[in-house]
């Protein structure tokens, strides 16, 4: 099956700044699904992208699909203490509809 | 909507008991299920999926005599680690995927103590 990698693995930012974090796929992929999880909490589904080239907003997150659909990331603008938790990637194969989870990446951050 | 229970939150059994889980898709109908193991501070690794009606399909080193599976309607699966022993000790959480939207919920997991 894929690899999903996501990159970085963990991102402490100052309040009010920007971050993106990045996920990578070895094959291409029909979908990517992003979930936020909060300390102690389960994964809670975000968005999902379909298309090459997607771009979706959801208020200060904007997340995007690559042309090849083999990547996709999310970008935050002027992050919040709200914004803490980890983020995941997650997507399907071509040949499968199972998800493959990237690592996650861990948002501190400094008010 | 898209609502997935799972129960119990928390449990703490004894070495060598079964416990069973509970996912539920509350509020819309889920072919299939998946059920995942978390270690702390670590991605989500797949155990097995769940189809209604169906045999589950387990990932590589998942002893599906240990982990029992089933998919009694759309709405809920159940998961029963039989035997359990501290190595199981974990926090399992189920996942619904929408049979419409393909979105996949999970639910909020269960947190496993094996004393």
């Known amino acids: 099956g894929q690899q999903v990698m996501q990159i970085p693995q963990y991102q402490h930012v100052q309040e009010g700044e920007d971050f993106t974090t990045y996920c990578n796929s070895s094959?291409?992929?029909?979908?990517i699904q992003w979930y936020k999880q909060r300390p102690g909490g389960h994964p809670v589904f975000l968005i999902q992208l379909v298309k090459s080239g997607e771009v979706k907003k959801q208020k200060r997150l904007t997340f995007q699909f690559g042309e090849a659909k083999k990547n996709s990331s999310l970008h935050i603008t002027a992050t919040q203490t709200t914004d803490v938790g980890t983020y995941f990637c997650a997507g399907w194969g071509s040949n499968d509809y199972k998800l493959s989870f990237g690592a996650g990446t861990t948002v501190t951050v400094r008010a | 909507g898209a609502v997935v229970s799972q129960h119990p939150s928390r449990v703490i059994c004894k070495s060598g008991t079964s416990v069973k889980i509970e996912c539920r898709s509350l509020d819309f109908q889920a072919t299939t299920m998946f059920w995942y193991r978390q270690f702390p501070k670590q991605s989500l690794m797949l155990m097995a999926t769940?189809?209604?009606?169906?045999?589950?399909?387990?990932e590589q080193g998942v002893e599906k005599d240990k982990f029992l599976i089933n998919h009694a309607s759309l709405t809920l699966s159940t998961l029963t680690v039989t035997s359990a022993h501290p190595e199981d000790s974990s926090f399992y959480i189920c996942s619904a995927r929408h049979a419409v939207s393909y979105e996949q919920y999970f639910g909020p997991g269960t947190r496993l103590t094996v004393t």
């Open positions: 769940s189809n209604e009606g169906s045999k589950a399909t387990y």
């Open positions: 094959t291409t992929l029909s979908n």
